[in-house]
Structures are given as C-alpha cells and as structure tokens.
C-alpha cells in the first residue's frame, strides 16, 4: 500500500512528517515490516533526525548552506543549484523498521521533509512493507 500526502512547505525548513508515516503504518495493518519514506523532489529531501529541539533543525540547514553555498559560477538556469546539491547530499528517502504495528525511531528522532528551494507544494509518498 503506497499513501500520498501534499505538504505546503516554506521558503527553506525542515518539515516533521512522523505524525504522516505514522498514520500509514497504522491504515496499513501491518504489525511488523518496513516504512520507506520517498520525497520525489529533487530540490527536497527526506532525513531523519532529533525532533526535541528546533535549534538542531536550525543549525542542520545552516552547515548545509555552509556545505553547499550558492556559487556565481552555477549554470543551472533556474538558478537554484544549491537545493539541487542539498537535496542530493540528504537523499530522497529514509527507511524505518515497523514492529508492533509502531515505527521504530529513537526518543528524540523525528522524520522529516527538507525543503531547500520553497515555498512549494510538495508530494510525500510512504509505502508500508509487511
């Protein structure tokens, strides 16, 4: 079973969809399996990271724009070559072990949606693996 969310994201951020793949796996029935996650994006990625603290959300895109900077010398005519590099360095997808019918993710860990070329309506795709 494939679900499909649309997110309105913002300019530059991180987006939790835990609350989404959690809802998956749980229309899903499956008790125990796998949970992937899929951004088909590619000025967007998917990570996993602590969900506590908004500051580290903060500081994850801030050593990306340090990482990976917008550069004169980019050709790339809609001139967003830098959330092209983001979004390839994050990747398009997490996978997550279900057990229990719950995902399993640490105490501060959280899925997320990074969006590096915003505000766009993005489209989220999560497939449950029993």
């Known amino acids: ?67 990976f900077p917008d550069r004169a010398e980019f050709r790339h005519a809609e001139g967003n070559s830098a959330a092209h590099l983001k979004a390839s360095a994050v990747g398009s997808s997490a996978t997550v072990i279900v057990s229990g019918g719950l995902l399993v993710l640490g105490t501060w860990q959280g899925i997320y949606l990074c969006e590096f070329d915003g505000p766009r309506r993005r489209r989220l795709f999560v497939k449950v693996l029993g």
């Open 1 to 67: 079973m494939i679900t499909e969310y649309e997110i309105n994201t913002p300019r530059e951020g991180l987006v939790d969809v835990t609350d989404m793949a959690a809802r998956a796996v749980r229309s899903s029935g499956v008790a125990e399996g796998l949970c992937l996650v899929y951004c088909p994006h590619t000025t967007a990625g998917i990570t996993i990271n602590e969900n506590a603290d908004p500051d580290v959300a903060r500081d994850f895109l801030i050593g990306l724009g340090k990482a």
